[in-house]
């Protein structure tokens, strides 16, 4: 069965310091990849998405995340940090043939410390 | 905003109680998935339809049901409620049968009572 394990579930940086938050996943192929992040009281915003060429993905907000399939991990980055991005973040994966649910990471909490 | 809209936003009702959650899908998406948020289970699949047609279903207990209507909003339906269906639901809605990205919807926070 697919799973995904974010192995962080809380993060605190300072404001204008880099990030990188971890996602690990278990497939028996390469799945489609995405983050999500989620501000409090808020829907799940789609941040990037992997499906296929290019192993480093750029998304919105100044994140990138890249695909490394020898590790099966799809690490999300950003250069520096705004107190804006204060949120939930969610790595999820997709089946590439049958049902197209999304499993979900358990979340890491992003802190912002100004 | 992602196009995706959900009534209602907040839902309180008693143990033993029928509810029903409504989505409305982005513009063109035919794809709608729910999913479920709480936090001893993180956010789970519940099931998807596409077109009208259930296409595939996951964690959804059989009090929990759906559907897709001819104008592709969806509605959850959750019998007979326990204290533990207390949640988030959220609706995400796709273009096609995937794989596409899903866009969510803001939720409806259920507490059960």
């Known amino acids: 069965a697919q799973s995904v394990t974010q192995p962080d579930i809380h993060i605190t940086v300072s404001e204008g310091a880099s990030l990188e938050l971890r996602c690990n996943y278990s497939y028996g192929a390469t799945p489609y990849l995405f983050w999500y992040v989620q501000s409090p009281g808020q829907g799940l915003q789609l941040l990037l998405k992997?499906?296929?060429?290019?192993?480093l993905v750029q998304g919105i907000k100044g994140f990138e995340a890249e695909f490394k399939r020898s590790q099966s991990s799809f690490n999300l980055r950003k250069p520096s940090v705004h107190w804006s991005d204060a949120a939930e973040y969610f790595c999820?994966?997709?089946?590439?043939?049958?049902?197209?649910?999304?499993?979900f990471g358990q979340g890491t909490r992003l802190t912002i410390n100004p | 905003d992602s196009g995706v809209t959900q009534t209602p936003k907040h839902l309180i009702t008693a143990t033993g109680q029928r509810v029903t959650l409504r989505c409305s899908p982005r513009?063109?998406?035919?794809?709608v998935y729910w999913y479920q948020q709480s936090l001893d289970q993180g956010l789970q699949f519940l099931i998807q339809?596409?077109?009208?047609?259930?296409?595939a279903k996951g964690n959804i207990l059989e009090r929990f049901s759906a559907q897709q209507f001819p104008d592709l909003h969806s509605e959850l339906n959750l019998s007979s409620l326990e204290l533990g269906d207390s949640a988030l639901y959220f609706c995400a809605s796709s273009v096609g049968r995937g794989p596409y990205e899903q866009y969510f919807g803001p939720g409806t926070r259920l507490t059960v009572t």
């Open positions: 992997y499906f296929s060429g290019d192993t």
């Open positions: 999820a994966v997709g089946d590439r043939q049958g049902a197209q649910k999304l499993v």
């Open positions: 339809y596409y077109n009208g047609e259930e296409r």
């Open positions: 513009s063109g998406d035919l794809s």
